[in-house]
Every structure is written in C-alpha cells, then in structure tokens.
Nanobody, 115 residues
C-alpha cells in the first residue's frame, strides 16, 4: 500500500504562484511514476503533469511553460511548482502514484485562482 498526502493549495490571484507537495509513505520503493491531476467543478479529473522514475516528464498543453513537476531524490515526495496561475487552473489537485498495475490517490488539495 502507498499513502499520499497533498499540501500547499490555497487562494491566489491570477499571475501568482503556488507550490504543491505530495508526501508518499508505505511501500514506495516500487513506485514507477507519479503525477498531478486536477478536477474543476463539474468536470472530469484531468492529467496536469506526470513524471516517470528514471524517465521523462509530461505536461498538459494548458500548463506547459508554467508548471514544473519534480520529485525528491528518495521519490517520497512529488512537487508541482505552478507559476503564472490563471483562473482556469482552479480545481482540486490530486497526487497519484503508480506501482505496477496499482494506482494510489491522495485526498486532494484545493487551488483557487481569482481574477
């Protein structure tokens, strides 16, 4: 099992920045990928950014050049640096860890961007 706890959300004005953090615990040694997803009100959850162990990163087109995903060396934390925030970035941001065929999710952290 893997437990994930997000933090760092909040209210910010358009153009501002936030840094989300997700702490992973439990059986983290077999995690092969982590990512951030967001769900806006009334919409489906969508991928924001993902990172593969010893591999590449991937971003949604809407956040390229503004958001950066990274991990700690021990792969027990994943971060999302969000710059140039826009009102359309508002939503609940979820951390996801992939371990083989298993997916684990955090409880989410709210990000609200005011115009």
């Amino acid at each position: 099992q893997v437990q994930l706890v997000e933090s760092g959300g909040g209210l910010v004005q358009a153009g501002g920045s936030l840094r989300l953090s997700c702490a992973a615990s439990g059986n983290i040694f077999s995690i092969n990928a982590m990512g951030w997803y967001r769900q806006a009100p009334g919409k489906q959850r969508q991928m924001v950014a993902t990172i593969i162990r010893f591999g590449s990163t991937n971003y949604a087109d809407s956040v390229k050049g503004r958001f950066t995903i990274s991990t700690s060396d021990a792969w027990n934390r994943v971060y999302l640096q969000m710059n140039g925030l826009k009102p359309e970035d508002t939503g609940v941001y979820y951390c996801k860890a992939e371990r083989g065929q298993e997916d684990y999710w955090g409880q989410g952290t709210q990000v609200t961007v005011s115009s």
